[in-house]
């Protein structure tokens, strides 16, 4: 339940945050990752097979309406670079520019 609470926070996570939030191994880390995913809470960016990034995407698109869109249009994202904090209505979290995958 407290990782689900730090997504609030960084909805936009991989392997060492949630090393780093739960004290797990890789693998311990990997493991909640994947039942995160299973669970519909967490989902991939892009297709890395190393440094893989994940995010929090229902909460996520609520800032963001190019992902949202791009959600809707099954489109994938990539993280391009990381951006600054971006505080609305209390809710400071850190941003990361997303780009758009050609589907070709």
Known sequence: ???IRKLFGQPIVGVAEIMKWTNFSPQGAYNVIKRLENLKIL???GDAAYGQKYVY???YEIFDDAFKES???KNK???VKKAGKRCNMGICQTRSLLKLQNKI
């Open 43 to 45: 989902e991939p960016l």
């Open 71 to 73: 959600r809707k249009n």
């Open 77 to 79: 994202f990539k993280i």
């Open 1 to 3: 339940m407290e990782i």
């Open 57 to 59: 995407a229902d909460y």
